[in-house]
């Protein structure tokens, strides 16, 4: 029992401290406590339409690549995925080891292109330096250092 008693004290010693606070005033007035909550909520929601478009933008994006013989055509999605490769009847001939590399840099290419475009969609729609873009263009960069490591054999 006297745990319950010394909750509320606790309570009303502490209201006075904090009445300057405008956190405080606002949940005062039940009026002003509503306009507030409502416009976290209409805040919240523009926010939630706002990273579902860009998503949808992000989705969409396809980097594009050729090779300089032309003879590769790649294409990737924000996400690194190859999405189609395109040989011309050229390849034939070629080199199987010359044509894995040509293929592999040519996807390359158009991955980073693809990501470069993701990052480009994010810094306009959260700001260049905003947490979203920065963690974006962090995951590119590792990607792409990824990309570059060994361990594609061309035998």
């Known amino acids: 029992m006297l745990t319950a008693v010394s909750r509320p004290v606790v309570a009303v010693y502490?209201?006075?401290a904090m009445r300057g606070t405008d956190d405080f005033d606002v949940w005062q007035d039940?009026?002003?406590?509503?306009a507030r909550i409502q416009e976290q909520l209409e805040q919240a929601q523009r926010a939630a339409v706002k990273a579902t478009a860009v998503r949808d933008q992000i989705a969409a994006?396809?980097?594009?690549a050729t090779s300089r013989?032309?003879?590769v055509t790649a294409?990737?999605?924000?996400?690194?995925?190859?999405?189609?490769?395109?040989?011309?009847?050229?390849v034939q001939d070629a080199n199987p080891r010359a044509l894995a590399q040509q293929?592999?840099?040519?996807?390359?290419?158009?991955t980073a292109k693809a990501g470069a475009q993701a990052v480009a969609i994010a810094?306009?729609?959260f700001g260049e330096d905003?947490?979203?873009?920065?963690?974006l263009r962090a995951e590119v960069a590792d990607r792409e250092a990824r990309r570059e490591a060994p361990g594609i054999s061309y035998t």
């Open 69 to 71: 013989d032309r003879a």
């Open 75 to 90: 294409v990737c999605d924000a996400s690194g995925a190859l999405l189609d490769l395109e040989l011309t009847d050229d």
């Open 130 to 135: 905003s947490a979203t873009a920065n963690q």
């Open 61 to 64: 994006i396809r980097g594009t």
């Open 30 to 34: 039940p009026e002003a406590a509503r």
């Open 14 to 16: 502490m209201l006075p």
């Open 123 to 125: 810094q306009e729609a």
């Open 103 to 110: 293929i592999v840099a040519t996807v390359r290419e158009a």
